[in-house]
């Protein structure tokens, strides 16, 4: 039997998630003259899609049908992000001269949310023939030339979403549960400092390559500068001292309703941030909707799901029988719990904003469909995993 607790947490996130869509987009609606209920509905069709695959996934035996979904799922999506910046500006949609949805009859896929599944798959599916369980550690230089397939493989990736989708953020996810799946896969502890090291340099890099990340990285520090510089030596704090930075709007203003939110909050719908002072809510921003509305009790019952959730999915591989199902819903909870914690330490100001959804809460149909799929195929491996002893 699939793990019932998993399903509900999930269900109880998406419906959150369903109701924040139509309560957190008032000013867009108003803005752009949709109807009412425009991102509702659309919202309530991807929640009743990812729980009914959720549902229909999770009967199926993970021994037939785990490899053929998380296969399909890489190399499909993997082509489609490809074929993306060939296809004609009338087929696809662009965020900040990005393309990140292709247009689809009635609805726009964005095809690295079903990518990062097929990612997970595909390293766990390798990492789990390549590396045996007890074999003899090997020097870092031996190690590094064992996960060059792996990081040209990721670098390909990191091209295609970073450069052409100008998406920092989902690359930052991937290469942080690369790195994890790699430790928990055999690998040594000096191979994860190395990867997490050398991610911080390309992190970097992508950063002073473009203007945009440049002023929001100068952005972000004009908001924290003064607490962090007030610790250092004078001569220190002098040198690092940024005037006249561009002020931080988007930070400032979710601070002011995580701030107005207090301990309950105003009320579900009475909030004012939505109105015009933080533009979409409903999309990034939906953690401080949250606080305004729902307050500090609301925060902490949502964050007390996602840690839920990620708790389930961290146990089932940690009984799961077999490596690859081990490692597969190891880098799936890898995958959720980073976009939640870069999210909402982003919109609190304790790392600059870096765009990325909050998983379940977020609005965007590819977002919530292709969660449904990655927890899908996590329960379809609960089954193995409580087996023998049912819970």
């Known amino acids: ?101 292709i247009r689809m009859p009635g609805f726009s896929l964005a095809p690295v949310e079903f990518f990062k599944i097929g990612f997970v798959y595909f390293l766990a599916w390798s990492f789990s023939r390549k590396f045996a369980e007890h074999e003899p550690k090997s020097r870092l230089l031996e190690e590094i030339k064992m996960v060059i397939p792996y990081l040209v493989v990721f670098l390909f990736v990191v091209v295609l979403i970073a450069v052409f989708q100008n998406d920092l953020g989902q690359v930052m996810v991937l290469g942080l549960t690369l790195s994890f799946m ?22 970097v890099i992508f950063i002073f390559l473009s203007e945009h990340r440049i002023n929001r990285i100068l952005s972000w520090w004009a908001h924290v500068q003064n607490g962090i510089l007030s610790l250092m030596p004078e001569f220190l704090a002098e040198k690092l001292r940024v005037e006249n930075a561009p002020e931080p709007y988007q930070v400032s203003n979710s601070l002011n309703a995580i701030h107005h939110g207090g301990l309950t909050g105003t009320g579900l719908g009475e909030g004012i941030i939505k109105l015009g002072f933080l533009s979409e809510v409903h999309t990034d921003f939906v953690m401080a909707g949250i606080a305004e509305e729902l307050g500090f009790i609301g925060v902490f019952a949502v964050t007390l799901l996602i840690a839920l959730l990620i708790h389930r999915i961290f146990k089932i591989a940690n009984r799961s029988p077999k490596k690859l199902d081990y490692l597969f819903c ?23 904003i870096k765009g990325l959804a909050l998983p379940f809460l977020s609005y965007g149909g590819s977002a919530m469909v292709a969660n449904g799929i990655a927890l899908g195929l996590v329960l379809m491996i609960s089954k193995k995993a409580y087996k023998k002893s049912p819970e």
Do not use: C
């Open 1 to 101: 039997m699939a793990d019932r607790k998993l399903f509900v947490i999930a269900s109880v996130l998406i419906t959150i998630g369903i109701i924040s869509s139509y309560t957190f987009s008032a000013y867009t609606v108003f803005l752009y003259d949709y109807g009412e209920f425009h991102f509702l509905l659309r919202e309530l069709i991807a929640g009743m899609l990812a729980i009914v695959l959720m549902w229909g996934l999770s009967l199926l035996d993970p021994d037939r049908w785990l490899q053929p979904i998380g296969i399909s799922l890489f190399l499909i999506f993997f082509a489609l992000m490809i074929a993306m910046y060939f296809l004609p500006s009338s087929m696809v949609t662009s965020a900040g001269g990005a393309k990140r949805w």
């Open 330 to 352: 190891l880098g799936i909870g890898l995958l959720l719990g980073f976009s939640f914690l870069i999210n909402t330490l982003g919109i609190s100001g304790l790392i600059p």
């Open 182 to 203: 790699l430790f928990f896969a055999g690998r040594s502890f000096n191979l994860f400092l190395t990867l997490i090291g050398s991610a911080m340099v390309l992190f």
